[in-house]
């Protein structure tokens, strides 16, 4: 059997969804794998090292196959970068604020890519995942995902095989796993085994048909590539209580470029002030803060605002990355 058409057994069949912190659980620059939520739409396949494969193949000269000690001879590049489910596609306007920061290490495709010499008509990449079974209560032979092959060449899209300086567990990949920073989670592709360099989209059921959000007043629909600008407030917790005084109110902010500016409201979207934020390291996410005097006893409604370095923002409602609003209640 060709490595390519391995089909693994799959250790777990069907949906896994497995969403473990809230934004006031946050409270760790790094997240640590252990509550880095999983999300397989198919299920979760049994691959070993020894049997794992990658092919990379379409418009090259070169054709490439390459196993996993292969890879870990090729030069090594760690990334740490947001990671954003962007949940259901069957409600892709629903925030979800399932977001974590990681460290991910493993080999540039762009690298791979110039070893294989990609033609000039190619515009996306094709990338599979051993994992399959029923969807939409359709079957699949494997999960397949494509990316702007421009986005490959812009860099830092792993062959990734290590999470925060420890292997995959299966779950997360293993052994090998595609990771596009910047881009939403969906896009990663988990248990990668073939690279298929094409001149178009391709048409499964997880790029062409879901995964595509509308586009506001119009008919049109984008796919979801690229993540928006988002913010979560991490303290003071949703529904939790603080003493009349002064308070930090703090929280992360991030983009698929960097975050300029964050505005915190406390009096339900009233009136906004301007919060520090620290400037982007790599394609981390952002902390920011804002002294807050609370005068009043009683609930009151705080909400956070990103703006990114293209000048997009977060809308108050209607979209995944809707403004986020918790409620606070001031005692004396
Ligand atoms: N092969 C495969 N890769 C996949 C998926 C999948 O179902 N199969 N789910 C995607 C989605 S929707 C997300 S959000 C991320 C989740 O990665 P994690 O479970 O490692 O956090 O994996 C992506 N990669
Ligand atoms: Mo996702």
Redesign the pocket.
């Known amino acids: 059997m060709a490595p390519n058409e391995l089909k693994p057994a799959m250790s777990i069949e069907g949906l896994?969804r497995?969403y473990k912190l809230e934004p006031h659980h946050m409270t760790a620059r790094l997240t640590p794998a252990t509550d880095?939520?999983?999300?397989?739409?198919?299920g979760i396949?049994e691959v070993t090292k020894e049997d794992w494969r990658l092919v990379i193949d379409g418009l090259v000269d070169n054709p490439l196959e390459i196993g996993f000690e292969e890879l870990l001879r090729c030069p090594k590049r760690v990334v740490e970068t947001v990671?954003?489910?962007?949940g259901s596609?069957m409600n892709p306007t629903a925030p979800t604020r399932?977001i974590?920061n990681v460290k991910w290490a493993g080999v540039d495709l762009r690298d791979l890519f110039s070893e294989a010499g990609v033609h000039s008509n190619a515009t996306h990449v094709w990338a599979?995942?051993?994992?399959h079974g029923k969807f939409a209560g359709e079957d699949q032979d494997?999960?397949l995902?494509d990316v702007p092959f421009s986005r490959v060449q812009a860099g830092d899209v792993l062959i990734a095989y290590e999470?925060n300086d420890e292997p995959?567990s299966a779950?997360?990949?293993f052994p090998v796993?595609?990771v596009v920073p910047g881009y939403?989670?969906?896009?990663?592709?988990?248990?990668?085994n073939r690279l298929h360099v094409a001149d178009g989209r391709a048409s499964s059921i997880?790029t062409t048909r879901f995964y595509n959000d509308p586009v506001p007043e119009s008919d049109a629909t984008k796919p979801v590539w690229e993540i928006a600008p988002e913010s979560v407030i991490v303290a003071p917790a949703s529904d939790g209580e603080v003493k009349v005084g002064e308070t930090e109110i703090w929280g992360w902010a991030w983009s698929s470029c960097e975050v300029e500016g964050v505005e915190v409201s406390t009096d339900g979207g009233l009136t906004w002030n301007q919060a520090d934020i620290e400037p982007r390291s790599h394609r981390s996410w952002q902390r920011f803060s804002l002294r807050w005097l609370a005068r009043q006893a009683g609930t009151h409604e705080l909400l956070s605002k990103a703006t990114d370095a293209q000048g997009q923002t977060q809308p108050l409602d209607g979209a995944r990355n809707a403004v986020y609003v918790i409620s606070v209640t001031v005692i004396d």
């Open positions: 896994v497995e880095l939520f999983v999300l397989a739409h198919l396949p990671h954003q489910c962007a596609p399932q974590a599979y995942g051993l994992d494997f999960y995902k999470l995959f779950k997360h990949g796993r595609l939403f989670g969906t896009n990663s592709v988990k248990w990668l997880f």
